[in-house]
């Protein structure tokens, strides 16, 4: 049977428990703010009811601790998105740079400097011109000045290429270094939720776990493993493993081929994480593939232009009558030796342009067919099958719809991102006014207890006095 | 339902994209082009290439074939005045030829035709900014000097057959030149300076062979009728070099038309985009500033 006792229990307990959950709302409400921080809700449990004489009495309620509002395929999924995303958005940086070089010429002349289409153009023009008037010593110079121009801007585009190469490849050297320091802290987490909370979700560590996944996420691409006891394993997109429950393997860096390689172990995984995800899987890419595809069709284009037209005029003859020889070729430019290489290397040899031969093998002085042949290389299939401008045309379609395309990739994952993280913040985020509700309800609740306590109090006095209102208040 | 509590945040970036959106659009402004990256349209900037390498193609064009138009005008006046030259000179054999000069007389008129000798090699000789336009592709050298060792005295030619020509953008090849040779040392009984020089030699002694000297001034007669059908060529390319000129700067409009539109910004539709975009952006801020008030947060509403 109930006495007025084990109501006073009932009403302490309730008091007790009142107060933890408020502490779990004010938790709550301090770590609003607080990055990866999982909303925790009080856990209620009633309290087994005595049974005395066949009656069943009830005893009150527990509050038992806190269970963190969690989704973990919801948060895998996200970090997920993040690897793709940063892989995107890494990736359309390093492109928004390269682009640059290929700002598109607007046409006026003040916007023609540096624009390698106008330079194409304008050296074949040169030769052009020459068909007028051969001999003329300004036209001979401005074909040397034009093909100088051609020449100084491809090679330093090439520079320009080679030195945003070898800033991407500083930008990911730095990665393994971060990659190492977050696959240790989450191992030293992994053992710890191990030993604090094999069985249920491990409230803060879990958050700081799951936070160091984010940015390991945003680093690289992972899959993440778990095992036993609220244990985790992480793995490289392609299965190498990072780090098993309490161990991390580290990432090492060394130099292949001018450029940094990833390895763990022995194992040169940098493919790998090209193709994996992460900030450094964007960088990888547009070190390892977008810039080296770029320099190689500014390679093709040098090559076959700088090879075709010393070709030609060497098959004429110079202002003062003279041919070339295998000795003394009639080269206007550097003569490239291989396709690569061969914008880098791009320059002017010809210093004279009397040298320039305007005139057809044995012919006059005065005569342009070579003149002319050299100025028809414009409309000529000279370029990896395409004449030169419809190579530039179409080598700047083709790196306009790459960046277009990453562009379009990159706000498509983003806003995937932002959807996962709206659903992610939904369920695990603090909402201030939910928390003021709750605060209100466990206040109210607390009111009502003590309430009670204080009735019951009044009632054990009735009690005690047993009618006489006066022995005990 | 539980929602985003964080949903300003994502506000926040609905506001940069708007201001990015405002800032592109604002150096489209400026700048007053429409493409200033591949990315915003690859198929335009790879259009506008080949637009613009056209465009410069015809400019080029256009300003050769006014180099060269000089040029043959040089040579069409100098071929005009040969003409004339020329019939000068018939005219004076036609007068020796009638038996009715005395040998002073006739020794003149082989003085006087020695003289349009000279005038007309110098005429074959005659250069352009340096060049020599009779002398085929030998440019640079006199093409016409007249040995007299022998009688009749020998008008040699040291230029050669070289013939040059323009080619415009859509392939058209025009002449540019006429071999001296062929002007005036046509073949048979159609060279200029072997008339000339036959004429001399028939009336140097004052005593005329008249048979020989109206066959030679027959001659000189068919040759000048060759030299007006040489200068046709110059004439036609003339002819040729201007209707190119003139269809080359016809497209050259249409293709610079083409890229304006292909690369100018649409001020009206650009400037409309910037104050839709000016008006979210306004929005955007008006709702943050509202849903950041204390107000509406449920804490406020609590007693206490």
Redesign the interface.
Known sequence: MGTINAAFSVMSGALDADQQALNVVANNVANANTPGYTRETPDWQENQPLSIGGVSIGQGVSETGSTSERDRVLESRLDQQQQLAASSGSRLTA??TL??L??????STS?TAGDI??D???L???F??L??????NALRQSVLSSAGMLAGDVSNAAASLNSQRAALDQETAGVASQVNSLTSAIAQLNQQIQTNSPSVDAGTLEDQRQQDLSQLSQLIGINQITTENNGLAVTTTSGQLLLSQGTSYQLSTGMVNGVTDFFLGNTDITAQLATGGGSLGGELTARDQDIPGVLHSLDQLAYSISTSVNQQNNAGTALDGQMGTAANPLYIFSQPTAVAGSALGMSVVMTDPNQIAA?GAG???????NA?AM??M?NREIVSGQTP??Y???F??????T??GV?TENTALNASV?QL???N???S??????E??L??TFERSYQAASQVFAMMNTIMASALNLGDQTTVS | MRVDPFYVTNLVGSLDQAQASEQQLSSELSSGVSINSLSQNPVGAGQNVLLLNQIQQDDSFTQSSSLVTGQLQVADSALGSVVTQLTQAISLATGANNGTMNPSNVTSVSNQIAGILDEVTSLANTSYQGQYIFAGGQTSNVPFATSTATTPAVTKYSGDEDVNYLESPNGQRIQLNVPGNQIFLGTGSNSVFGALNALIADYSTGMVDTTQAVSDTNELTSALNYVSQQRVTIDNSMTQLTAASEAVTNVQTQLTTAQTDLMQADIPTVATQLSLAETQQTALEDVIAQLNSTSSDLFSKLPG
């Not at chain 1, 068909?131 to 003329?136: F, R, S, W, Y």
């Not at chain 1, 985020?429 to 939910?434: I, K, T």
């Open positions: 492109l928004d682009q640059a290929f700002t598109p010429d607007s046409g916007s289409g106008s194409i153009t304008k074949f023009d040169s052009a011109s068909e007028a008037n051969p001999t003329n005139a012919s006059g002085t005065g005569d342009n067919s002319t100025a028809a414009a401008s419809n530039y045309s179409n700047v379609t083709t790196l306009g719809s960046v277009s562009q932002t993280q709206t659903q913040n939904a369920l985020g603090v909402n201030l006014n939910d003021a509700s605060m209100t």
